[in-house]
């Protein structure tokens, strides 16, 4: 994000994800052709970029190779699906999603379509494409039987005016539209099957825009980037939650959860509000890479703006999107916000309370700037979002990636150690 007033943070953004061997085994007799006929197992890093055209940092890119064509692909961990624009989508009109996009998968005569049809829900809106058996190279890494939708009709501003041709999909086959309607498993699911990463674990982490510190990020399958970690890594369970506030007690592992616990800012602690979905009322904080910001409930919001330091403003959004609000504060006063999870807090860096490109001047003629936080009404999908705050995930288990903002003494780490570096 831009350097506000004269001060500057180096920290880098992480995010990692972990997934266990049980979470694919358990369907491994109900899929084809997805074991290969080797042992070998592999490690390997994308590089993680904003896309070029981008004024903020809200999407984040990496280069993959489906069928031999290189394709910008937006990482989203909220989602289970691969899905790519086809040549069939429509690039010349304005009303279509795929309006000036360069980058679209062209369809040759030996890529394997399915006769199935596929409904997928983009961010803006639901769009169509066809199920398709494609060969996956990721950095080198060769990938066969990956499952991806040819995106044929799309909504408006789905691939953000060609920032990227199709979203590379981390999420949980259980909010996989490929995996419920035709039970073709989903890209991590594919790997750990096939035996494809070195470990049963990927990680994330982002770059920042406008620091030069963070210029570019990593999608590393089959490792952590322990250079930047601080041991021991903490793992706890992914929180299951139902999908609706009046039934609480149909729970499901949906996405990568954690419960939170606690709201700091600015050292002054604020209650978190009770949970909708679940009959314990835990909070459930879902960790989402497609989310452009932290939002909480209204009443955390409002008590987490009481304690930022200057001036603030609350604004109903404006823009399109859930419903919700937004925050502004003085662009030069960086604001501390922590997370309370598994009784420890984690600080979320000054830089990532910072929207880029948004600042502006108030009538008294103070710089104003967007704060990475905000509210939605709806709950969804988890109590709150979290879009840039330091975790690290497996189903089974979550774990947080870097050192607590406090108490020294650190929890003993479970049995899954951090991995070794890999060749």
């Not at 497609?290 to 001036?311: C, M, Q, R, W």
Request: glycine share 8%; charged share 20%.
């Amino acid at each position: 994000m831009k350097q506000a007033g004269n001060w500057f943070g180096t920290a880098t953004l992480y995010i990692s994800f972990v997934l266990a061997l049980f979470w694919t085994l358990s369907t491994l007799s109900q899929v084809e052709d997805l074991v290969p006929d080797h042992e070998a197992v592999y490690a390997t890093s994308l590089s993680v970029h904003i896309p070029p055209n981008s004024t903020d940092d809200a999407y984040h890119i990496a280069t993959v190779d489906l069928d031999g064509q290189s394709l910008p692909l937006n990482i989203d961990t909220s989602t289970g699906d691969t899905f790519v624009a086809s040549d069939q989508c429509d690039t010349a009109n304005s009303k279509s999603g795929c309006y000036a996009l360069d980058a679209a998968f062209k369809i040759e005569e030996n890529t394997i379509i399915h006769g199935q049809k596929l409904e997928l829900e983009l961010g803006v809106g639901r769009s169509t494409g066809r199920l398709a058996t494609l060969r996956a190279n990721i950095s080198g890494l060769e990938v066969g039987n990956v499952s991806a939708a040819l995106v044929d009709e799309a909504m408006p501003d789905s691939f953000q005016h060609g920032s990227f041709a199709g979203v590379l999909g981390l999420g949980m086959r259980t909010i996989s539209s490929q995996w419920l309607q035709f039970q073709k498993l989903p890209l991590i699911d594919t790997l750990v099957i096939q035996r494809k990463l070195a470990k049963p674990l990927f990680s994330l982490r982002f770059p920042r825009l406008g620091d030069p510190n963070a210029m570019a990020g990593a999608l590393s399958l089959g490792e952590i980037e322990e250079e930047f970690m601080v041991k021991p890594i903490r793992y706890s369970d992914v929180v299951e939650f139902s999908s609706s506030p009046d039934n609480t007690n149909d729970l499901s592992t949906t996405a990568w959860s954690v419960s939170l616990q606690g709201l700091r800012m600015n050292g002054v602690e604020s209650p978190v509000s009770p949970g909708q979905l679940r009959p314990d009322a835990k909070h459930v904080s879902v960790l989402d890479s497609g989310a452009s910001h932290i939002y909480l409930p209204t009443a955390d919001l409002h008590a987490v703006v009481k304690n930022f330091e200057g001036k603030t403003e609350v604004r109903r959004k404006s823009n399109q999107g859930f419903p919700g609000e937004e925050v502004y504060f003085e662009c030069s006063i960086p604001q501390s916000l922590e997370m309370k999870v598994n009784g420890a807090w984690y600080l979320v860096d000054p830089l990532d309370m910072l929207v880029s490109n948004s600042s502006h001047s108030a009538k008294d003629g103070t710089v104003m700037c967007r704060a990475g936080i905000g509210s939605r009404q709806s709950a969804k999908l988890g109590d709150s979002i979290l879009d840039s705050a330091p975790w690290s995930l497996e189903p089974g288990g979550s774990a947080v990636g870097q050192e607590p903002a406090t108490s020294p003494n650190r929890s003993t780490p479970s049995e899954e150690k951090p991995p070794h570096k890999f060749p």
